[in-house]
């Protein structure tokens, strides 16, 4: 499929294969063979995607940005002896306003895009034995972490970087949370809390016995049920952190009662077995879906910015338009202000590669004749 209409604006091969591991695994290794090819990093085609439309946005900014000081620098040095147009400060302070408009849009995003270039950070918390490893290693596909019946065999946080329906995803499993005397679990347990509090989602886990235990009414709110439950191992999710619960083990309770679960309770909870897989497409659907919020579709919706260097050239540019504006307002020098609409488009320009002064004059000369 030729670009730029695919998914990430390049050319595209698609081999469509049948699902068998072993036929993925040879088509796999015969493609690794050929010269400069690579496995796309976990969230590497949506990130591409991105990059695209920020790109196309910055350009776009950019030539507006342009034009004004091609405008500008037409009235300084012309306005004697062309006719130019009166109102054109007026014209181009508008057009500078409304590029600032549009940054600052850019710019408010909530960080995004960065997680798709980060990963998403997300924490798998819970009691010991509740089946936390068991989850992690079923989400990756791969035993990352110990499972086993003896309660504390995961001291210390176990990371897997892995792609989630086509985001980056770094999941921790950490320590089972409980009080105890021995000092490396405990340390465990300390790294666990601090894990759960820096991450983008949190993962609960309870399993089957605990959540029977668990009082019918206070399930009305699942998160301030989920949040409360967190607080009492410490854990206070900040406003933007997303939470979600998940019980496991429910192959050990009555179908009856799993049944009746997942039909009353609120949808916010998943109910799955590690050991049988059942709600495990459920499980993985919901997760990705909490994931896709936090990164933003790039294919709903606007870009977001990926790179934190991005941010702040573009903060500094929206700054120098700022200035702009006071300047012409103020003082009404046009000199001065013209340098910062310069400046602006140097940060710009460290953002989309570079400014030439050659552009500046194409414009003088095609929006006013001047020298034909
Ligand atoms: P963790 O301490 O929370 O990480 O729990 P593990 O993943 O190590 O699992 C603890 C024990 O529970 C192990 O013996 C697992 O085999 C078992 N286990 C995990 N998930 C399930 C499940 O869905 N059903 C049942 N019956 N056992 C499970
Ligand atoms: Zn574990």
Same mark, same amino acid.
């Given at each position: 499929m030729p670009g730029p209409h695919t998914f990430t604006g390049e !050319? %595209?091969?698609e081999l469509h294969i049948h699902g068998g591991q072993a036929v993925i695994n040879a088509v796999l290794y015969a493609i690794g063979r050929v010269p400069k090819t690579r496995l796309a990093e976990p969230g590497e085609f949506t990130r591409r995607q991105m990059d695209g439309d920020l790109r196309r946005k910055f350009s776009d900014f950019r030539?507006?940005?342009?034009t004004a000081r091609a405008h500008l620098e037409a009235f300084i040095d012309f306005s004697?002896?062309?006719h130019l147009e009166p109102d054109i400060l007026n014209k181009v302070k508008r057009a500078v306003k409304s590029v600032?408009? !549009? %940054?600052?849009?850019?710019?408010t995003d909530n960080r995004r895009g960065e997680r798709l270039r980060?990963?998403?950070h997300v924490t798998i918390v819970g009691e010991p034995n509740v089946g936390k490893s068991s989850l992690l290693n079923a989400i990756?596909?791969?035993?990352?972490?110990?499972?086993?019946?003896?309660?504390g065999t995961t001291r210390d946080v176990v990371e897997s970087a892995f792609d989630l329906g086509g985001y980056p995803v770094l999941l921790s499993d950490t320590a089972g949370l409980r009080e105890t005397e021995d000092v490396i679990e405990s340390e465990g347990v300390r790294r666990a809390v601090s894990r759960a509090v820096s991450s983008d989602l949190i993962v609960l886990v309870l399993d089957a016995d605990q959540f029977t235990h668990v009082a019918p009414s206070s399930l009305d709110n699942p998160d301030s049920f989920i949040r409360s439950r967190l607080a009492s191992f410490g854990i206070q999710p900040v406003e933007n952190q997303r939470v979600t619960l998940l019980v496991n083990k429910i192959d050990l309770v009555p179908d009856e009662v799993a049944q009746q679960w997942r039909t009353s309770l609120p949808k916010e909870f998943i109910f799955l077995s590690c050991t049988t897989n059942t709600g495990m497409r459920e499980c993985i659907g919901k997760l990705t879906?909490?994931?896709?919020?936090?990164?933003?579709?790039?294919?709903?919706g606007e870009a977001s910015l990926t790179q934190h260097r991005h941010r702040s050239n573009l903060e500094a540019c929206a700054e120098r338009l700022g200035r702009f504006q006071e300047l012409l307002d103020s003082a009404e020098d046009v000199t001065l202000a013209t340098h910062e609409i310069q400046q602006a488009l140097r940060f710009l320009g460290k953002v989309t590669g570079h400014v030439y002064v050659e552009e500046v004059l194409d414009v003088i000369f095609r929006d006013f004749c001047?020298?034909?």
């Open positions: !050319d %595209l091969a030539e507006r940005l342009m004697e002896e062309e600032q408009v !549009d %940054l600052k849009e850019c710019l980060n990963g998403v990756c596909q791969k035993p990352t972490a110990i499972v086993s019946p003896i309660a879906g909490m994931v896709e919020e936090l990164c933003g579709n790039p294919l709903v001047i020298g034909k």
